[in-house]
């Protein structure tokens, strides 16, 4: 293989994703939802620069730059723009279950936690807001709160495995043996071979 | 004072922004501590009886704010008057995750007022800025600051020229496995005045302390057990970690502590702690060592 071959078949996919965006037309929504499938998450927000701009901006406009933003690791620009899209519109639950993704990945748990229970506040058993939240709990090892959270949330979603890890881990964490090894065979039930409840009973037959 | 203390609430507005006034995103501590010290083989000095208050306030992992008092009383050997000191403290603190690097950015100011009737006035009038800007990997298992502190004291009745001090403070601080931290701070102290430092215009320090921290298990009231030491010299040091000034003018030149946090309630745990140090100073053209053991007691509340 010729050493310039990967960049050229690079460039080749970039001018691909162009023309299909500029075929696209002037739609600037379906230029970006294009770019974005390309991976081309840069481009995927710059294309909505205008309507993010203007005043008042656009809300949703705002809510895919801070998604693409996320996508691209751009974290303190995905908070900044969630946070603006919340001034928008301070009942917006896409916002603030989004702001919550930047903010997990900077490890800011108590901020994640606070947004994470503001979306409960208004929609208790909101899946989303339950997960992030045990995340937060898991990250700042409050682990009696993750297995009393994560119980609670397993009854609401029996069939889900997520959080039955969650409140696994939290048991193991614990101490209570006996709670994480049910646990994890439940897991183990909706999983087959999961990875984790498999080790997890290995070492605690 | 007054410029500093105006920076120091801008770059914490700056930081948390304007939006960040419910009370809800607060999380508010207050921390009474008392302690009481006895001074063995001390020409001068019998005991030590201290107590302080200190308030904390945390906007999320972004920033924080303490403010806090305490106050001293030494009291003298049968010639030596007491001396009651009162010290005040304002520290703000800011941290920032930038995009590039998965690590987290801080920094800290500190503020130290220290006042005292020492008739020597010596030690009174102690003004310290200080400073820390630390780098710590995200997953908290290591950890690199730099601190520098500048104290200014107040003219000595019995010895001439003003004394400023200077300090370094490089550090370095390892998780070792999940539940124990290791931690190792230099003291690089640089004084203005040798007379008025035991005739040392520098001292360099190596503190070393370990905390273990168990995983919370359900029954477990234990939260954590701390043992520090101090190998080398120190004067007039600035201690970030216990916001504490060293004003006396004795040299140090060893110390140990060991503390135990307990946990009483959902959210109040209790401090426990006892250590020695160890100090030399001139006295009459001789050089004296004593040593010093105290007792603290400590209660934390958070809401």
């Keep these: 293989m010729k050493p310039y071959f990967l960049p050229s078949l690079t460039f080749a996919v970039f ?28 481009q995927a927000a710059a294309v909505l620069d205008p309507l993010v701009a203007r005043q008042p901006p656009h809300e949703f406009a705002l809510l895919r730059h801070a998604w693409l933003n996320y996508l691209q690791g751009s974290h303190n620009e995905a908070v900044h723009k969630y946070t603006a899209a919340l001034k928008v519109n301070p009942r917006s639950l896409d916002a603030r279950l989004g702001l919550t993704l930047p903010l997990l990945a900077q490890q800011r748990w108590g901020e994640a936690a606070y947004h994470a229970k503001q979306v409960l506040a208004v929609s208790p058993w909101d899946y989303l807001a339950n997960v992030r939240l045990m995340i937060c709990e898991e990250g700042e090892r ?41 646990a994890y065979l439940q897991v183990l039930e909706r999983i087959p071979g999961h990875v984790e409840a498999t080790n997890f009973l290995k070492r605690n037959p | 004072m007054r410029p500093r203390i105006c920076a120091l609430s801008m770059m914490f507005v700056a930081i948390v922004g304007t939006d960040a ?26 005991s030590v009886t201290g107590g302080r208050l200190f ?28 001396i009651a000191q009162y010290a005040s403290f304002l520290s703000g603190r800011a941290s920032y995750v930038p995009d590039a690097v998965p690590a987290r950015i801080g920094l800290r100011m500190d503020l130290h ?23 710590s990997d995200l997953g908290g298992t290591v950890r690199m600051d730099v601190g520098y502190a500048s104290s200014r004291f107040g003219r000595s009745a019995t010895q001439p020229g ?32 040798p007379v ?60 140990i502590a060991l503390s135990t946090g307990w946990r009483v309630g959902r959210s109040t745990s209790i401090l426990l702690g006892a250590g020695w140090e160890k100090y030399k100073t001139a006295l009459a053209r001789e050089n004296v060592s004593y040593t010093s053991l105290y007792g603290f007691l400590a209660l934390a509340g958070e809401w």
């Design chain 1, 15 to 42: 001018l691909w994703q162009c023309a299909s965006a500029f075929a696209s037309g002037n739609d600037p929504w379906a230029q970006s939802y294009k770019l974005e499938q390309g991976g081309l998450y840069a």
């Design chain 1, 142 to 182: 409050k682990w009696e709160d993750l297995a009393k959270h994560a119980a609670e949330v397993a009854l609401r979603y029996p069939a889900d495995a997520t959080v039955l890890v969650y409140l696994a881990r939290a048991e193991a964490w614990l101490g209570h043996a006996g709670k994480a090894k049910t």
């Design chain 2, 21 to 46: 006034l419910g009370a809800e995103d607060w999380t508010l501590s207050l921390t009474p501590a008392f302690s009481y010290g006895r001074y063995q083989g001390s020409p001068t000095r019998e």
């Design chain 2, 55 to 82: 308030l904390d306030a945390q906007y999320f992992e972004r920033a924080g704010l303490t403010v806090g008092g305490d106050y001293a009383n030494v009291n003298g050997k049968p010639g030596y008057p007491d």
């Design chain 2, 113 to 135: 007022a220290v006042d005292n009737n020492d008739a020597t006035n010596g030690t009174d009038q102690v003004r310290v800025l200080a400073s820390r800007l630390s780098v």
């Design chain 2, 162 to 193: 003003n004394l400023e001090v200077r300090q370094w403070t490089p550090t370095a601080g390892f998780g070792l496995n999940g539940e124990q931290w290791l931690q190792l701070r230099g003291y690089f102290i640089i004084s203005s005045n």
């Design chain 2, 196 to 255: 008025r430092s035991q005739g040392r215009d520098g001292t360099s320090a190596l503190e070393v302390k370990w905390t273990y921290r168990p995983e919370r298990k359900s029954d477990a009231l234990l939260e954590n057990v701390q043992l520090a030491f101090l190998l080398g010299e120190r004067i007039y040091a600035v201690d970030g970690d216990s916001a504490a000034v060293y004003n006396l003018a004795d040299l140090q030149t060893g110390a």
